[in-house]
Each structure stands twice: as C-alpha cells, then as structure tokens.
C-alpha cells in the first residue's frame, strides 16, 4: 500500500520554524508549550533538535492539556526574562493560553505556533486583544485564490457544505487527486512491489494535480535495516 501526504509532517514543520526564528526573527531563546499527545511531542522534537543545531536556547518548556492552568506556568516562563513561546498546541488552546497571558499582563510574548493552530477562536481571540505579536506557519492554499481551479473547488465545497473550505479541506482534496490522476496517468503500467521507487519517481512526473502545490517532491524510500 501507499500512502499520500499533501502536508508537511511534523519533522519538517518543526524544523521550519526554527530555522525562521533563528534566522528571520534572531530569537535565539524561547520556551516552548506543547501538547501532550504524540502530534505535540512530534513537533516539539523536531523544533528541538533544529533550534540546538542553530545554536539556539530553550530555556524551559512544558506540556499542557486544554485544562492546564497556565497562570503559574506564563509568569514562571515570563520571570525567566523569556520573550519568545514556541505554542504547540489545538488552536481553542492557544487561544485560551493567549488569553491567560494578557490577563497577567504578559503582553510583549511573542507567539510563534504551528499551522495545526489555526481556528475560528485563535483569530477571535487575537482581534479581540488585539495582539500583533502573534506569527505561525501555513500550508499554501488560500480560499481567496482566484486561479480557476481554486474558484471551481471553493464553489463547490460552499454548495455542498455552506462555508469556507480551509486547509485541510483543501488537503484531503489534492490527495485524491494525487491519486486519481496517477490512476489515470498509469492505466497500462503494471507496478510490481519491487518498483517503490519507480512509483516515486511517476508521481514526480505529474504535474497540475491539485490547488494546493505545483510540484510533489520525491523522498527515495529508506531501506530497511
């Protein structure tokens, strides 16, 4: 079997975003929140491993869940002359955490997140306090597109569903294209269980599949020890 992933994982995000603090922001310190589940460590430890190769420090982190009191925690990390959180966590979270923060205060944090974060309540949160110190990563597609092929699914989505569709939406989308259209590319060809990489190397050929991306970019399977 094959699998299709149109996103980054978390390894790759992770990374992403350390590399941007490191070398766009110059926050070479931070605290990180994170998750407490398998998504929040995945994330936590791929921002951790890049952040210490680019000689960045973080100064504490901790695992929340979306009742931890976080009081405590926001004044501990802001007594720790830490101006920067790396915020791992469901977006109703961040929001909330957000919010504890400028009860306290505590409004000079700069909020760095992942695209994972995005909600309805994170951006109600962030207009109503008006907090600009908030950056977070994104996948690319944008329901504001206006490329036909963008238009065509936005229409579609809102006539069957009645709203905006949103990233993953969009994701789940491009998957089954992938899919589709490699069908459609390799009606004749006969893949074999030896030729992973032969299969690889076809979906590269595709071009024009989705509304999210312009190209898939090949991994060479790893091979087994």
Known sequence: NNLFCVIPDAEVEGEYISNYMIHNLNRKTCSVLWKNDDSGRGIFDSFKSSYAKSAGTIISDFA???????????????????????????????ARIIR?????????????SFAAAESPELLETLSALQCTNFIMSSYSFNNMNVTPKTAQ??????????????VYAASCYDALSLINNYIHASATYVI????????????????????????????EPQ???
């Open 64 to 94: 929340v869940e979306n009742d931890t009191e976080m009081k405590s925690i926001l004044l501990n990390i802001y007594n720790s002359n830490v101006r920067t959180i790396f915020i791992a966590t469901n977006g109703e979270n961040v």
């Open 100 to 112: 504890q923060a400028y009860s306290l205060g505590l409004t000079d944090i700069l909020w760095v």
């Open 153 to 166: 699914f936005v229409e579609s989505y809102k006539y069957k569903f009645n709203k905006m569709p949103q």
């Open 192 to 219: 074999e269980a030896s030729e992973g990489w032969t299969l690889n190397k076809r979906l590269v050929s595709l071009n024009d599949y989705g509304i999210e991306y312009k190209e898939v970019v090949a991994i």
């Open 223 to 225: 091979k087994q020890a």
